[in-house]
């Protein structure tokens, strides 16, 4: 596909999904964050969601309400399953009618598994005319911005000397990812990624992964889930 071209109000939203952070205690995107989007790819209606194994969802967001295909369903029982990564549903009719979902001319889900039993999706509809290849295309390049929002949560048991980048850093260290993984998620060299988790490491007083990962949690001994992911890195 050609190159992307941004106008201004584009480029404003672009710069707000980047430099947007997770809400402390809330699993949700910010507003702002939600609304660049609708800037960057309009829709008729936006939602954000997140579920657990069973389908049942434990938080939602409706970012713009203005026509909503979520509005009548009954979520108090289960509502799955829930799919991770990029859905353009018209192209997965099956998968669609198992979703219940009800669009209307177009709808996308992309979908973030969050630890080991949520997973975490933005939902998009168009009510009157498809999505384009341009749409299609910024999605995806703005995917791994909504994953960091979705995956990543703020902590208050972090000193304020730890970096932005080094807070970023430690969350995907809580995900279980790899330096190697981190480094490409975050377009850094792997000795980058180790240098912030030695910083992290002196201004937690910590000495490894597992113990900086029980202190993010705020607890001084790490649950089991934790040190089972922690494990294959140690």
């Known amino acids: 596909m050609a190159d992307l071209l941004?106008?201004?109000?584009?480029?404003?939203?672009?710069?707000?999904?980047?430099?947007a952070e997770p809400v402390p205690g809330d699993p949700m995107p910010p507003l702002e964050a939600l609304d660049a989007l609708i800037t960057l790819v309009p829709a008729d209606a936006l939602e954000t969601v997140l579920a657990d194994q069973r389908g049942r969802i434990v938080a939602d967001r409706v970012g713009l309400p203005l026509w909503a295909p979520w509005a009548n369903d009954d979520c108090a029982g289960d509502c799955g399953p829930f799919y991770v990564g990029f859905m353009h549903w018209p192209l997965h009719p099956a998968e669609a009618a198992a979703c219940q979902t009800l669009p209307g001319i177009d709808a996308i889900t992309i979908g973030f598994r969050v630890g080991a039993e949520h997973v975490a999706q933005v939902c998009l509809d168009r009510r009157h005319r498809p999505?384009?290849?341009?749409?299609l295309a910024l999605l995806r390049l703005?995917?791994?911005?909504?994953?960091?929002?979705?995956?990543?949560?703020?902590?208050?048991?972090?000193?304020?000397?730890?970096?932005?980048?080094?807070?970023?850093?430690?969350?995907?260290?809580?995900?279980?990812?790899?330096?190697?993984e981190i480094a490409r998620a975050?377009?850094?060299?792997?000795?980058?990624?180790?240098?912030?988790?030695?910083?992290?490491?002196?201004?937690?007083?910590?000495?490894?992964?597992?113990?900086a990962l029980a202190v993010l949690r705020g607890s001084d001994i790490p649950d089991l889930d934790l040190r089972e992911r922690v494990a294959r890195y140690a």
């Open 142 to 180: 703005v995917a791994p911005l909504l994953q960091r929002l979705l995956r990543e949560r703020p902590t208050p048991h972090l000193p304020a000397s730890v970096t932005v980048q080094e807070r970023r850093v430690l969350m995907h260290v809580a995900t279980g990812a790899s330096n190697a």
């Open 186 to 211: 975050l377009f850094i060299a792997p000795s980058t990624v180790r240098k912030h988790l030695e910083h992290v490491y002196a201004k937690l007083g910590v000495h490894n992964r597992l113990q």
């Open 6 to 19: 941004l106008n201004p109000a584009e480029q404003s939203a672009l710069a707000t999904l980047v430099a």
């Open 131 to 135: 999505f384009s290849e341009r749409d």
